[in-house]
């Protein structure tokens, strides 16, 4: 079975200007998930700021 990676950028992409995941994206990545894909996010935030986001994202 072939490996899937979905990565997500952060800053300017899946964060909107005030900092929040809309509902789309979220609904997105879960697709994904449910699709079996492995699911990344970058950023050059440090790590504490990242998890925030990361939690958010998730449904």
């Known amino acids: 079975m072939e490996n899937k990676l ?3 950028d952060l800053d300017g992409t899946l964060l909107t200007s005030r900092q929040n995941v809309t509902e789309e994206s979220k609904i997105a990545i879960w697709k994904c998930k449910q699709k079996g894909y492995y699911i990344a996010y970058i950023t050059g935030r440090g790590t504490l700021k ?3 986001f990361i ?3 998730s449904l």
């Open 55 to 57: 939690r958010r994202a």
């Open 50 to 52: 990242t998890r925030k």
């Open 6 to 8: 979905m990565v997500f």
